[in-house]
């Protein structure tokens, strides 16, 4: 895997990142969402988490874009500020290859370098062993399942919640802020 680079996502990535997002939506389970966001939107949406100090990462190979990730908001209200909600995505071909384990250690290591405390994972299905499995290995712990809260496909999903601590975690205050 020594080819493969994991660095800050740039604006020049939103298209390879808007197409694996597509791929997601439209196939996958792991996102509620049904229509797929275009080009416009996903900037937008980087634009805004990287304006906000969130990790924002893509694995290339050769060049190309085959997975990202980033930190982003757990809630809005300020008392949840040190807690960050994660999100991986991969190409089709790029999975089950150690990608997303490469990309979500960074990811923790950037979001506990930056303060943050906390990281929830919100996996779309519980039958999602490898994003499970993937959040297991990387010192997440199962924290619950949310049962039938998304219709897709023509059939009901449950959403799992995994958590870790960051840093201190909550051994400590963190600084004023």
Not at 33 to 56: H, N, Q, S, V
Not at 77 to 89: K, L, W
Not at 124 to 138: P, V
């Given at each position: ?57 893509v ?43 490469r ?75």
């Amino acid at each position: 895997m020594s080819d493969l680079l994991i660095r800050p996502a740039t604006a020049a990535d939103i298209a390879a990142i808007t197409a694996i997002y597509d791929h997601a939506v439209r196939f996958g389970t792991a996102t509620f969402e049904i229509d797929p966001p275009d080009g416009a939107e996903m900037t937008r949406r980087f634009g805004a988490l990287t304006a906000d100090g969130f990790p924002y990462l893509v694995a290339a190979r050769n060049g190309a874009v085959i997975g990202y990730a980033y930190a982003g908001p757990y809630r809005a209200r300020p008392a949840y500020r040190f807690t960050v909600e994660n999100s991986i995505y991969l190409a089709p071909a790029a999975q089950r290859r150690g990608v997303g384990t490469r990309l979500l250690r960074e990811l923790v290591d950037l979001s506990a370098t930056r303060g943050f405390r906390q990281m929830i994972a919100v996996i779309g299905d519980s039958t999602n062993a490898a994003s499970i499995g993937l959040h297991r290995r990387a010192g997440f712990e199962m924290t619950g399942t949310f049962t039938a809260v998304g219709f897709k496909f023509g059939r009901w999903l449950d959403a799992v919640l995994m958590q870790r601590a960051l840093g201190d975690g909550d051994a400590s205050v963190p600084p004023a802020s």
